[in-house]
T-cell receptor, first 112, second 114 residues
Framework: DQQVKQNSPSLSVQEGRISILNCDYTNSMFDYFLWYKKYPAEGPTFLISISSIKDKNEDGRFTVFLNKSAKHLSLHIVPSQPGDSAVYFCAASLNTGNQFYFGTGTSLTVIP | DVKVTQSSRYLVKRTGEKVFLECVQDMDHENMFWYRQDPGLGLRLIYFSYDVKMKEKGDIPEGYSVSREKKERFSLILESASTNQTSMYLC?????????????FGSGTRLTVV
């Protein structure tokens, strides 16, 4: 049973605009969340994280928002750039941090 | 920076062959993982290991086994490769730095079984 879900398989955005990628989870015990970015034929690379004690974390053009009551997190990319075109995975873990559960990914295309 | 190295980027194997996928990490991490990535299915956990000679089944262990004889090396074995094991295989090592933790992934091995 998929505990972390990304319901949008793909997203297209114009360069310079905002990209919003969404992620939902079912296990209320998850307390740490990550976003990874993956280019074709490469391994995923860490993008940004957020702990459940926060509702927002920002790193440059990337901001992650966490809504614990809705069991929902989102990644905002502003402004979007063509180099952001990739598959984005969200992941969640319990307080052990030993195992992460991944979503199915959202393929973002930023159109020049 | 932690480096996770997967020995092959691309492999083509025949049905029924025994296949070894090797993964090495250089930061003395205890936890290592094998995932496969398929379109529409995301990253699915095959096996993981918390220490030398220890292994735990993930969500899709059927048709796979693993070996961890040394802390830095975690091998995935396809006992008898089948076409439905054609996939991208990703090895990861988990890190923890204070309150921050996550995975470092290798570059992946694209396996094609013909």
């Amino acid at each position: 049973d998929q505990q972390v879900k990304q319901n949008s398989p793909s997203l297209s955005v114009q360069e310079g605009r905002i990209s919003i990628l969404n992620c939902d989870y079912t296990n209320s015990m998850f307390d740490y969340f990550l976003w990874y970015k993956k280019y074709p034929a490469e391994g995923p690379t860490f993008l940004i994280s957020i702990s459940s004690i926060k509702d927002k974390n920002e790193d440059g053009r990337f901001t992650v928002f966490l809504n614990k009551s809705a069991k929902h997190l989102s990644l905002h990319i502003v402004p979007s750039q063509p180099g952001d075109s990739a598959v984005y995975f969200c992941a969640a873990s319990l307080n052990t941090g030993n195992q992460f559960y991944f979503g199915t990914g959202t393929s973002l295309t930023v159109i020049p | 920076d932690v480096k996770v190295t997967q020995s092959s980027r691309y492999l083509v194997k025949r049905t029924g062959e025994k296949v070894f996928l090797e993964c090495v990490q250089d930061m003395d991490h205890e936890n290592m993982f094998w995932y496969r990535q398929d379109p529409g299915l995301g990253l699915r956990l095959i096996y993981f290991s918390y220490d030398v000679k220890m292994k735990e089944k993930g969500d899709i262990p059927e048709g796979y086994s693993v070996s961890r004889e040394k802390k830095e090396r975690f091998s995935l074995i396809l006992e008898s490769a089948s076409t439905n094991q054609t996939s991208m295989y990703l090895c990861a090592s988990s890190f923890r730095t204070g309150n921050y933790y996550g995975y470092t992934f290798g570059s992946g091995t694209r396996l094609t079984v013909v």
